[in-house]
């Protein structure tokens, strides 16, 4: 069995994934209590699904974008889970996780954004291809006025929009749609499915260095 742990920013998730079918899903939205709240939900989780921690044989960890605290946090619960029990450990991106759940459009690009304060936007891009969507370009982070500038072709925008983001983006019509809200939640369900097919695989991380993609305050977002 798979736990998938989601930390990266304010909204948390977890999930447990069989390979067959989710046993359990919970997002949740966090003030900043991420090293309070974590792990009890996790052991919840396997309570309220007949499980123990020793089913657990891989942990798909969410390893950002995102901020400082959510992601070291979610990185020490899941390496301290999988150094501690000799669980294979699955780091997988952010934007990797709410892209998986947008519906294909050829004809558009997928800007995926995840909110970076001070109003700006961690911004990832994605083209699809017949397996699905792939990232196409250098992560970026951009104000809403510099991200709409940088939309001129049809693109599916899908993420943590506030209002005011939105309204910015809402101008260039011709060019922009919206994922739904629904879409636009981060849900550790993907997380699992990406993180349980690279440990089929064999793809997995070390969790000895194993280490988090923070969003930083210059141009540039490491990839």
């Known amino acids: 069995m798979l736990l998938a742990i989601d930390s990266a920013t304010r909204r948390i998730g977890i999930a447990l994934y069989d390979g067959t079918q989710v046993l359990h899903e919970a997002v949740w939205q966090s003030t900043n209590r991420h090293s309070v709240e974590l792990t009890p939900c996790i052991h919840q989780a396997l309570e309220r699904s007949g ?3 020793k089913d657990v044989q891989v942990i798909g960890l969410a390893i950002g974008p995102g901020s400082y605290t959510g992601l070291r946090i979610g990185t020490a619960v899941a390496k301290g889970l999988a150094l501690a029990r ?6 997988v991106s952010t934007f990797d996780i709410l892209a998986a759940a947008q519906t294909l459009t050829p004809d ?3 800007a995926v954004v995840l909110s970076a304060g001070r109003k700006r936007l961690a911004v990832g891009w994605f083209e699809s291809d017949e397996t699905g969507w792939r990232a196409a370009a250098d992560p970026e982070l951009l104000l809403p006025e510099e991200l709409s500038k940088k939309i001129r ?10 209002s005011e983001a939105l309204a910015v983006l809402q101008r260039k019509r011709k060019n922009v749609a919206f994922a739904s809200p629904a879409q636009n939640l981060r849900r550790p369900a993907y997380l699992a ?5 690279r440990w089929q695989a064999g793809d997995t991380d070390d969790p000895a260095t194993l280490a988090p993609h923070y969003l930083q305050t210059g141009e540039h977002i490491p990839k």
């Open 51 to 53: 499980m123990t921690i």
């Open 108 to 110: 558009h690009r997928l």
């Open 153 to 162: 072709n049809p693109t599916l925008v899908c993420g943590e929009l506030d």
């Open 193 to 197: 499915e990406i993180a349980w097919r």
């Open 86 to 91: 000799h669980l294979a450990l699955v780091g």
